[in-house]
């Protein structure tokens, strides 16, 4: 049972750049959150996306921006990058049902580096 | 608004008992606790709903007091699999979006 894939695992990026980063959830999840995670700090939720809609956003500027496809997989596209978004960027799965009958199910992670 | 978490960080030998908590300004739907090991994803270990239920996880167990928002992280006997950093994420609906507190990073030594 393939859990939640990330892609890719470590990127390097200007500033300025723009970047799209890649999740697959794990198999028979329909809802994907994002998270961004600066180092020695705990998640901090960007948005979740459910029937290939933004359900709920958190404090991101519009930068930030998101797409589901049809089978789930998600990517999450940052603009006019900052040296500020430097950090891991974690997807996680789960069932729209909600939190009760399915927890998070995390990837491991993009390491994004601004410079 | 964050959960605060305490401590900041614990160190133990194996064997040993410890207590992380977790609390909100806020009205709660549920609280999660994820451990995280340096590099890698987080791993989701119980979720406690409203109602103040306690539950376990082997020698991992957890309370949630609903009326002071607060929740519990109870690991006894640890072991040296225990390292690592502990996560409480708190829920104020059943939507699943999360909001983490800033973490407790425990180190079980032999």
């Known amino acids: 049972d393939a859990g939640v894939t990330q892609s890719p695992t470590h990127l390097i990026k200007t500033r300025g750049q723009q970047v799209t980063l890649r999740c697959s959830p794990k198999?028979?999840?329909?809802?994907v959150s994002w998270y961004q995670q600066a180092l020695g700090q705990g998640p901090q939720f960007i948005f979740q996306?459910?029937?290939?809609?933004?359900?709920q956003r958190g404090n991101f500027p519009d930068r930030f921006s998101g797409h589901q496809f049809p089978n789930y997989s998600s990517e999450l596209n940052v603009n006019a990058l900052l040296l500020g978004d430097s950090a891991l960027y974690l997807c996680?799965?789960?069932?729209?049902?909600?939190?009760?009958?399915?927890?998070?199910?995390f990837g491991n992670g993009t390491r994004l580096t601004v410079t | 608004q964050q959960p605060v978490q305490s401590p900041q960080a614990v160190i133990l030998r194996e064997g040993e008992d410890a207590v992380i908590n977790c609390s909100s300004s806020k009205a709660l739907y549920s609280v999660h606790w994820y451990r995280q090991k340096h590099g890698e994803a987080p791993i989701f270990l119980m979720i406690?709903?409203?109602?103040?239920e306690q539950k376990g996880h082997d020698k991992i167990s957890a309370s949630f007091n609903e009326k002071k928002q607060q929740s519990s992280l109870y690991l006894t006997a640890s072991q040296l699999s225990y390292s690592g950093t502990y996560f409480c994420?708190?829920?104020?609906?059943?939507?699943?979006?999360?909001?983490f507190g800033q973490g407790t990073t425990l180190q079980v030594k032999p």
């Open positions: 996680a799965s789960s069932l729209a049902s909600g939190s009760a009958n399915s927890p998070l199910h």
């Open positions: 198999s028979g999840h329909d809802t």
């Open positions: 406690l709903l409203k109602g103040g």
């Open positions: 996306y459910y029937e290939e809609e933004e359900r």
């Open positions: 994420g708190t829920e104020r609906g059943n939507t699943g979006k999360l909001i």
